[in-house]
C-alpha cells in the first residue's frame, strides 16, 4: 500500500487527451492538482485511458478520476460528480471490446487485476462542447478545470484531516 503518515491514499487519474480539445479535461485538473500540492500519499498523473492504471497505480486505497464526460443532456462545462457504486452500476456506452468507454475498461481492468477489488473509485466529470483534432479547451470547459481542481483539494485535505467523506454525505452523481 502507498505508505503515508496523514491518512491520504489517494491517486487523482486525469484521463483524456489535450490535443483533442475538451478531452484534455482530465489532464488539465490533474496537472492543475499536482501543481498546487498535495500531501503526502496522494499523487495526480495523466493519461490517456484508465487502461493504463494498472501501470500507474502504487497502492493508493483511491483512485479518483477525472475525465470529459458526453452525456448529451447537458451544457458544456457541467460537472458530473459520479460516486464509486453509481460508477460501476453505469451502463456501459459500448458493445465492442475494440473501443471500450471509461466505465467497461474500469470493469475490464478490475477483472483483470484482482488486487485494484478494494480501490474506492470516484469520476469529476466535464461535459465537453467539442472533442476533436484542436488543442486547447472550449471556455465553458476551461471553467471548470478550478472548480473541480479545488474540489479535489479540498477533498484530499478533509481525508488528511481524518473528516467525513463527500461519498457517505452528498458526492453522488450532480451536475453544477
Known sequence: MNG???GVSVLVLGLGNALMADDGFGPAVAAAVREAGLPRGAAAVEAPDVLQLSRLWRGEAEVWLVDAVATGDHPPGTIHRIAHHELLELA???GSAHHLDLVDALRW??????????VRF???GAEPER????????ARVAAAVP?????ILRTVERRR???ADL???SFGFRTR
Not at 147 to 151: D, H, R
Open 109 to 118: 481492468l478490475l477483472h483483470g487485476s484482482p488486487v485494484l477489488a478494494g
Open 131 to 138: 472533442v476533436g483534432p484542436w488543442s486547447g479547451l472550449g
Open 167 to 169: 461519498e457517505t454525505s
Open 122 to 124: 470516484r469520476l469529476w
Open 161 to 163: 484531516l481524518g473528516r
Open 4 to 6: 503515508n503518515s496523514g
Open 147 to 151: 472548480v473541480v481542481a479545488q474540489e
Open 92 to 94: 456501459p456506452c459500448t
